[in-house]
């Protein structure tokens, strides 16, 4: 079985919420199946103050939602 995952796209929509496109891949047995979603996230300590620091929170709260 082969299994690929991707970020198609990412949207911020407020200071403490991202919505995140997800596309998945795998093939099995001779079968591609894909399957896509949409999720948000949020992450209420993301600071908006410190941009650097912010992104960086907010990507840690859509990796560890994944």
């Known amino acids: 079985m ?3 995952a ?3 796209m990412v949207e ?5 919420t991202v ?3 997800l596309q ?4 099995e047995e001779g079968e591609q199946y894909i399957n896509r979603q949409v999720l948000v996230f949020t ?3 993301a600071d908006p103050a410190n941009p650097r620091k912010w992104l960086r929170d907010v990507l840690m709260a859509v ?4």
């Not at 990796?63 to 994944?66: D, H, K, T, Y």
């Open 2 to 4: 082969r299994y690929q």
């Open 6 to 8: 991707e970020l198609t």
């Open 12 to 16: 911020i929509l407020d200071t403490t």
């Open 19 to 21: 919505s995140v496109n």
């Open 24 to 27: 998945e891949r795998h093939t």
């Open 43 to 45: 992450c209420e300590d």
């Open 63 to 66: 990796v560890e939602g994944l």
